[in-house]
């Protein structure tokens, strides 16, 4: 068993990113298929050091990033891919080859070179719980528009909280729960276009009777 521990604070680095942040939210991309190149661990910190920057209740930051890498992350990635048996019965209207396409890359994460736990701790209450919840999601999406802005791709696994007291017991944060799980590195190909997204703004000027 591969036992994954927190190494500390990954180093700050006080560098900007030249990409716009609109750019980088209209870039972003759920990327499935990845470069073996590392990402450069400059731009990791900057990515993590946003993400750190979300809004939360009184400010507690209710949110640990566990960067996983060479063995760790092989290790991960084989509790993953227990996740594919859950899709199977969750999902019974996917085709033969989505199934097939999942079971792929969940056994390998798309081949990322990095991925990065992201855990909540455990709330005595469901207001604390939705509390905790919404700040590590929002930490998240920071995340993910920051590795953009660097260059690097991403995507938000949440599937594998069905497996995820496999991965908390061997991270040994049995005491946490599992946000997500997020694959890093470069793309390994082009993404495409963005396609188009519903408007679900609503604008009120009386409230409803």
């Given amino acids: 068993m591969v036992r994954l521990r927190d190494s500390g604070p990954v180093e700050k680095v006080g560098v900007s990113s030249p990409m716009d942040f609109f750019d980088a939210v209209a870039g972003r991309r759920s990327i499935r298929s990845y470069s073996p190149v590392p990402p450069p661990p400059e731009s990791l910190a900057r990515a993590l050091e946003a993400a750190s920057s979300a809004p939360s209740q009184l400010n507690e930051q209710p949110w640990r990033f566990i960067i996983v890498e060479g063995e760790a992350r092989d290790r991960l990635c084989s509790l993953v891919a227990a996740s594919t048996r859950m899709l199977r019965d969750m999902f019974p209207l996917f085709d033969a080859d989505s199934l097939a396409f999942a079971a792929r890359f969940l056994s390998d994460l798309g081949g990322a070179p990095t991925a990065i736990v992201v855990t909540y701790p455990v709330a005595e ?7 905790n919840l ?51 590195g470069f793309p390994d190909g082009d993404p495409g276009e963005q396609p188009p997204r519903e408007d679900k703004t609503v604008r009120l000027r009386e409230w409803p009777s």
């Fill in 125 to 131: 209450t469901d207001h604390q719980h939705k509390v």
């Fill in 134 to 184: 919404l700040a590590a999601g929002g930490a998240i999406l920071l995340l993910q528009v920051a590795l953009r802005a660097e260059g690097l791709g991403s995507v938000c696994i949440t599937c594998a909280e069905w497996v995820e007291d496999a991965i908390r017991s061997d991270l040994g944060y049995e005491t946490e729960r599992l946000a997500a799980i997020i694959p890093v």
